[in-house]
């Protein structure tokens, strides 16, 4: 890429993968503005699992040791039996998955990650309060407006705008993702609220028909996350505000296990999330307008990738991009859907499943992935390739 005049990008959404594009896309050289419509950036209670996948990505922006002092360090991923709590599989983690695959499995707070991404970007380019209503992709340079009235042009525009993406409708019409039918309850309380009680490093508990996932999100143990899978009928509400009842989702979980019991008696409060996701999309981009992480891909969580996911997309993004002029922008948009289609794709047919890690599962393609070296080529199916 040549820096005479930088590649200005703008980049909607300042969720995981638009702050990590717009990192990633500052660091060789682009002139990147965020505009997010948030009028600002709240923490929310939910944990999230970082997979070595992502953590060897967020390595490049010089995060992990901050991510290794926020983050709980897992040593093992269990899966348990609903009711007796038999042991159904073990994945090792801790020294044995980061020698494995050359980085670390971290499980943490929402809100740390998001911090730890924002302190990459660099300082004045986020805009918040910016609401994308239009944007014109084609003849010449593409235009974003904004509710506010806010009009900018850009080389290139990057709609990582999350599962109801205006970015993907203004593209390719609007669709709405398709509802699973299941509801998330997640939360983060304090730990101390269990007395006692000391979970395993992180434990996901099959129902014949719900599941539960209970980890630790700080290094000192000092927070607890759980997040449920389940049927409820008449709910279909995707929103951090929404709040669930306790006791029904106490209700939900009578007959699991005595340590599940624990820890939902011991919460406070919860949100509930309907899970959607979508099928595999026909194209990402059009022009110099190209779509990230959620916008392109969302996914169940059953296999906590969707973030992982959208922090590979910008990594291989930039690598794209770093590669060509501005005259070269609209083709290394096609050459990174090349590369990350079939991926995104294996990793949302593998999670609506729902069968990632209850038995022995081969982890290798997801986690041992390296976005920063993968070839840059049109990528195979991985999991026909492995097969
Ligand atoms: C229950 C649950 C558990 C999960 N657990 C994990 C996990 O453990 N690990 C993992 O890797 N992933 C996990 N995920 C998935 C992960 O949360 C998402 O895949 C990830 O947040 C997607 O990031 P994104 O940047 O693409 O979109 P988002 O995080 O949704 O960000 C989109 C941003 O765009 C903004 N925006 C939207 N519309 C506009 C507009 N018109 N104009 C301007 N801005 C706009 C939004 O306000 C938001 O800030 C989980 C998801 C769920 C539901």
């Known amino acids: 890429m040549s820096m005479s005049k930088p590649i200005e990008v703008a980049v909607i959404g300042a969720g995981m993968g638009g702050l990590a594009v717009a990192a990633m896309l500052s660091r060789i050289g682009c002139k990147v503005d965020i505009y997010e419509q948030a009028h600002q950036l709240a923490r929310i209670g939910a944990g999230i699992q970082q997979s070595p996948n992502a953590t060897v990505v967020l390595r490049e922006l010089g995060l992990e040791s901050w991510l290794r002092k926020k983050a709980f360090y897992p040593h093992f991923g269990v899966s348990k039996d609903w009711d007796t709590g038999a042991i159904t599989n073990v994945l090792p983690m801790g020294e044995a ?34 609401k994308l209503v239009g944007i014109e992709p084609n003849g010449g340079r593409p235009k974003a407006d904004f509710a506010d009235g806010t009009v900018i042009e850009a080389d290139l525009i990057i709609g990582a705008d999350g599962v109801h993406s205006k970015t993907q409708e203004i593209l390719f019409g609007k669709t709405d993702p398709v509802f699973s039918g299941r509801v998330a309850y997640r939360t983060t309380f304090p730990a101390s609220l269990m007395g006692e009680l000391q979970i395993a490093d992180r434990t996901k508990w099959w129902g014949p028909d719900k599941h539960i996932v209970i980890y630790y999100t700080t290094r000192e143990k000092s927070e ?108 290394a948009l096609k050459l990174y859907e090349a590369v990350r289609k079939p991926r995104t794709s294996a990793i949302q047919k593998t999670a609506a499943e729902n069968t990632w890690m209850k038995n022995k599962t081969d982890a290798d393609w997801v986690y041992g992935h390296n976005a920063w070296t993968e070839p840059l080529v049109a990528a195979a199916d991985p999991l026909v390739s492995s097969a």
């Not at 980085?103 to 990459?120: K, Q, T, V, Y």
């Not at 008449?234 to 951090?240: A, M, Q, T």
């Open 224 to 331: 607890v996350y759980f997040v449920t899978s389940l049927v409820e009928e008449g709910f279909s509400i995707e929103s951090w505000s929404t709040q669930g009842d306790v006791n029904m989702l106490r209700d939900h979980y009578a007959g699991f296990h005595p340590e599940v019991q624990a820890v939902l008696k011991a919460c406070p409060s919860v949100h509930k999330w309907a899970l959607v996701d979508r099928q595999p999309l026909a194209s990402w981009s059009t022009g110099s307008v190209a779509l990230l992480g959620d916008a392109c891909h969302p996914m169940t969580p059953y296999m906590a990738q969707g973030a992982a996911t959208a922090i590979e997309d910008a990594a291989v993004l930039s690598r794209c991009i770093q590669q060509v002029d501005r005259d070269g922008i609209s083709e």
């Open 97 to 130: 998955i980061e020698s494995r695959y050359g980085a670390p499995f971290l499980l943490m707070h929402r809100g740390d990650l998001h911090e730890g991404i924002l302190s990459a970007v660099p300082e004045g380019i986020l805009h918040l309060n910016k």
